[in-house]
């Protein structure tokens, strides 16, 4: 028979596996505060965004995303496809300047391919268009911010026998787009690659949110 304290040994031992095998994440959020300890830098997010942090290792450190979003007022009398507003933060060791990371990206839309990492997650490729460049200040750096767009198709189901919509055939397809905000900048021998999105028809009422969270930015260790 076993004894008590052999029994708690090896209770004690099936539990290291779970313990040991607990995967650091790339930031910590708390108390409206997302930080990077390993990157150095921590924002401000508010209450009406939720906030995803990824296992180590890992490209992007963090996804913002909003909770109470407007939607289409045809999307929600009838269905379809629309997009909900996030802030997605990337960063890696790069020797890139954040223009050559911009002109990459423009290649990138342009030929609909790229074998880098970050920029296959921005979803443009297929359908990404380049707009407009400037130079702006993140967190007291130097910093790019480029405006793409990305381009679709919203299918709006109707009932063919509505009279309302019997000239649709049943179906309406209506030519959208999303604005995307892309900030490049660079903070030590690291490479930050921010990304903002929303809907065109909202796009106004989310940039002045953009704005506003990342204006928290800011890092807590002094660059090497």
Known sequence: MMSALRILMVFTIL?????????????????????????????????????????????????????????????????????????????????????EFIEELKRSTLSHKSDDRIINQFELLLSGEYLSVQEVEIAGLKCLQAIFRRNYTRELQVDPFDPKYRQYGGLIARNEYDVHEIYVFRSGENLFVIQAFAEREFYPGNREEFAKILGTLKFTVTEK
Not at 55 to 68: F, Q, T, W
Not at 80 to 90: A, K, M, V, Y
Request: glycine fraction near 4%; aromatic fraction near 8%.
């Open 15 to 99: 539990l290291l596996p779970s313990v040991t095998s607990a995967k650091q994440k790339s930031a910590e959020f708390k108390d409206g505060t997302l930080q990077d300890s390993s990157l150095g830098y921590s924002l401000q997010v508010p209450k009406n965004w939720r906030v995803k942090t990824f296992d180590e290792p890992s490209l992007i450190r963090a996804m913002l995303i909003k909770k109470n979003y407007e939607v289409n007022r045809e999307v929600k009398d009838l269905g379809g496809d629309f997009t909900i507003p996030e802030i997605r933060l990337f960063s890696r060791p790069d020797t890139l300047s954040p223009a």
